[in-house]
């Protein structure tokens, strides 16, 4: 038998399992020697250590197979509560029915498009974004992840700009891992081995307007003058850090008094996460650059999209061939994006957010009164939650214990001192009573018996 032929053979049996409705154990044990062996030898080895981290003992080894709404279930069949989310993926649920049919609908027509001629879901989509983001935001440029639309973003305030060299960013921010992004990034772990990054970036504390009106003025002095400050309205790798209104409020008006532009990055806040469909409109701030991606495609597509106002957006009417993506804005993730939209506003997911948040941050920090020796502080907005511990070894106890017990959640990307909450906006009661519960009881059970071990 040739190579070809052996690789043929594999990949039909890989098809015949993804085709099956329901794994037998044989299955199952196949699947997961076949999973790690992949990843030891052909992607990474580090990701089976990193699993080690959030599991116990040999669950490094659970190997996810199929999910429905705030679920997901590993080969085994072992359930899981979903509140990492995919870091923000899963809005509107697992595999939302609406926009898992718009999805094969779409599909049954035309998957991709010529590049050449219109395609006609993209400018309903525009047109759609244009109705439900704030102020005077009104067009778009889609994309397939959030460091694209951070990228694009940083592009088209550079443009609109063209004689400034400077941008702004915080401390504790995190925007993406590609140069651009990544140079807006605060995290030094991650920018190290990159530098010297895409020149001009500063970060600022996060939080701190006296300290940002200071820089603008030494920029303003030394003649580096600030294209754009990036912002999160909540940061979320940081530690689910919410800013006041007149933070946010103020940077808007330094924004507009040195002449320098707005980018909030919504990739992780946006699609009615904190309570709004937005968090800009739980601030009463405008940016004039919107960047989203992550539940943009309904946790079915990759999609993302950049939002500005015409003033902004107006720079690449001339050429609308000076940034491009082959894949931005394709029929299937357009689809899923006007599906989950539809969703979003039909289910009031926004709202249930706000109440459903509101219910788990009381019920959460009832569940951590007795043990202020582990909980520093619980805080929140929405299902965008925050429990920070005082050390990082705290915080990945608790992850590790919450896992066994089958409730997915992880730190963050700075550290593992705060770990998040983000369950999908469909969540029920009955869910969120079963999170805080397992929450009571890794903190009074599992989480001592791991330091007498």
């Known amino acids: 038998m040739t190579k070809n032929q052996q690789v043929a053979n594999y990949i039909n049996q890989v098809l015949s399992l993804v085709e099956k409705k329901e794994l037998t154990p044989e299955d199952a044990k196949w ?31 659970a190997v996810e197979w199929s999910d429905e709404g705030s679920h997901f279930k590993d080969v085994n069949g072992k359930e899981y509560i979903d509140c990492l989310g995919g870091f923000g993926i899963y809005n509107v649920g697992h595999r939302n029915p609406k926009v898992l049919k718009a999805v094969t609908d779409q599909l049954q027509h035309q998957a991709l498009h010529s590049q050449d001629l219109l395609d006609p879901l993209r400018g ?61 990034t605060a995290k030094g772990i991650f920018r190290k081995p990159f ?19 200071k820089t603008f003025e030494a920029c ?26 007149e933070y946010l409020q103020g940077v808007r008006d330094l924004c507009d008094e040195f002449g320098t532009l707005l980018i909030f990055d919504e990739v992780q806040t946006g699609m009615g996460r904190t309570g709004a469909m937005f968090a800009s ?13 992550k539940a943009f495609g309904g946790g079915i597509m990759p999609a993302g999209a950049v939002v500005g106002n015409e003033k902004v957006f107006s720079v690449l009417f001339e050429n609308p061939f000076m940034h491009t993506t082959t894949f931005g804005g394709n029929p299937l993730a357009c689809a899923a994006a006007l599906a989950t939209i539809s969703v979003l506003i039909e ?13 788990m941050l009381k019920g959460l920090r009832e569940a951590a009164e007795a043990h202020g020796d582990k909980v520093l502080e619980i805080r929140g907005i929405g299902l965008m939650i925050g ?21 997915l959640v992880a730190g963050t990307l700075i550290n593992s001192k705060t770990i998040r909450i983000e369950p999908p906006l469909t969540i029920s009661y009955e869910e969120a009573d079963q999170v805080i519960g397992t929450f009571k009881k890794v903190l009074a059970e599992k989480f001592d018996e791991a330091l007498v071990k």
Not at 133 to 144: A, E, I, Q, R, V
Not at 281 to 293: C, K, N, W
């Open 195 to 213: 530098q010297p990054l895409i020149p001009g970036f500063r970060h600022v504390p996060y939080g701190d307007l006296d300290y940002m009106r």
């Open 281 to 293: 409109e739980l601030f009463g701030v405008t940016p004039d650059i919107l960047a989203l991606a």
């Open 124 to 184: 309903m989509l525009g047109k759609v974004l244009a109705e439900i983001t704030p102020g005077d935001l009104k067009y778009s440029f889609f994309t397939n992840s959030g460091t694209e639309s951070v990228e694009c973003a940083l592009k088209i305030a550079k443009m609109y700009n063209t004689e400034r060299s400077t941008f702004i960013a915080a401390t504790k921010a995190f925007h993406g891992k590609s140069l651009g992004a990544l140079s807006s």
């Open 220 to 245: 303003q002095a030394t003649g580096d003058d600030v294209a754009a400050v990036i912002l999160e309205p909540i940061q979320g790798e940081g530690g689910i850090i919410i800013p006041t209104r």
């Open 347 to 359: 289910d009031e997911l926004p709202q249930r957010a706000a109440e459903v948040g509101e219910y």
């Open 31 to 61: 699947i997961t020697e076949e999973t790690v062996e992949g990843f030891r030898e052909n992607i990474n080895p580090g990701f089976l250590e990193y699993r080690k981290t959030v599991t116990v003992d040999n669950q490094f080894a």
């Open 387 to 407: 429990i920070e511990f005082h050390t990082d070894e705290i915080g990945y106890e608790v992850s590790k214990g919450m896992f066994d017990e089958g409730v």
